[in-house]
């Protein structure tokens, strides 16, 4: 069973910084594809960054753009996403979720397993 685990949320103010990661154990697949959602109370989970399993090839929602990084460290088996400029509204459960597949992806029925998701709080 894959197991993911992020780590890295928690109470920051507007225009603050943070890094999430996400581990994952016991990969059923030799190479996989990444992402990070999102879900704000009362709302749909949304898609946020996507990276595949080279990690050259990567997308972003238009609320992430240029402001959110996502990485990854094979090695480490760890997904990365960096976010800058942080604003209330992007107060949200942030999950990670990995697909069978190498490729990226930006729905979330294309993957198979989530983590249990870290709370990020912006506040005004």
């Known amino acids: 069973q894959v197991q993911l685990v992020e780590s890295g949320g928690g109470l920051v103010q507007t225009g603050d910084s943070l890094r999430l990661s996400c581990v994952v154990s016991?990969?059923?697949?030799?190479?996989?594809?990444m992402g990070w959602f999102r879900q704000a109370p009362g709302k749909e989970r949304e898609f946020v960054a996507t990276i595949n399993w080279a990690g050259d090839v990567t997308r972003y929602a238009d609320s992430a753009k240029g402001r959110f990084t996502i990485s990854k460290d094979n090695a480490k088996n760890t997904v990365y996403l960096q976010m800058n400029s942080l604003e209330p509204t992007d107060t949200a459960v942030y999950y990670c979720a990995y697909r069978r597949a190498s490729t990226t992806g930006t729905m979330t029925t294309q993957y198979d397993y989530w983590g249990q998701g870290t709370q990020v709080t912006v506040s005004s």
């Open positions: 016991f990969s059923t697949a030799s190479r996989y594809g």
